[in-house]
């Protein structure tokens, strides 16, 4: 009777590690591979001839949009004379 239950303990035991070394092993999963692609933007090289010419761009349009302004506002005091010279001048 002794033996029986040594059996039985010993087979417990050994059950118990079984199922215990089933269960960490369906936790962990299979392995998965992940790929990691990052995105790493360098800026491109520029000499400086490149930087000399794009700082010059900028400072035409500049130039350009205060040119264009500056004509707007003549155009439109030369119309204010236009109008003021009209009026003067009989029909």
Known sequence: MKTNRNLLV???????????????????????IYEVRPQITIPEYKTDTTRVIDAYER?????MDLT???????STDIQGIVNKLD???PD
Do not use: C, K, P
Not at 69 to 74: D, K, T
């Open 10 to 32: 010993l087979a417990a035991g050994l059950l118990a590690r079984v199922a215990v070394v089933w269960f960490s092993t369906s936790i962990q999963g299979s392995e998965q």
């Open 59 to 63: 400072l035409m349009d500049r130039y």
């Open 68 to 74: 264009e302004r500056n004509l707007s506002r003549i």
């Open 87 to 89: 009026s003067l001048t």
